[in-house]
């Protein structure tokens, strides 16, 4: 079975999902913003800086116009770019429910733990929002790692403010002992690295 890796299409679903504020998944997604909103905390100003913050399971840190980076305990990084806020925009990442849609199939499994960073950004032109987590070397029999991301696709039936999600791929590389994506946008929902059994294709 192929992964399904994503399209621009996808990724206009995505901008048009933080544009709207629309309403972050039931199963562990946040609501995601749009770039370019001052939301910092309360009188708190913009950082001309780039900002570097690490937690535990949850970081959290206000961001300005260079940009910064959130790192979590497990090695997760998320690494926002210059010119993606506007002013100062608050940014939360956290571990997330672990989804069992990579469990069910004998060609991939996830590496890493499930993460959300909220709310939802996009890189300005010529930038991507890079993610990061450690991958010293493949385990056995195991490769070509790739980053999935959940999208809603509808709203679920007799289910205020929930809606039903999938999952989508883009290609990561393996290189100085991380996974790495890059990506052109972040729409606030959860995010999974995930590697492929290359004995089963």
Known sequence: MQKRFATGMAWSLA???MACGASG???GGSTPGASGSDEGGEGEAAPNSVVHQSGGKEVEA???SPGGVLE???GVKVEIPPGAVDGSQRFVLKEAPMTTAFFNEEHER???PTFVVSPGVEAPEGRSVRISVPLASYPQGWGDVAIAYEYPVSSRVG???SQHTRWQYENAQHTGGRAVA????LNGYRLQFVVTNLEAQ
């Open 110 to 112: 996830p590496w890493g």
């Open 182 to 185: 890059e990506l052109p946008a």
């Open 159 to 161: 289910a205020e403010d």
């Open 15 to 17: 901008a048009a999902l």
């Open 25 to 27: 998944s039931g199963s």
């Open 62 to 64: 206000t961001f300005g």
């Open 72 to 74: 979590l305990a497990s």
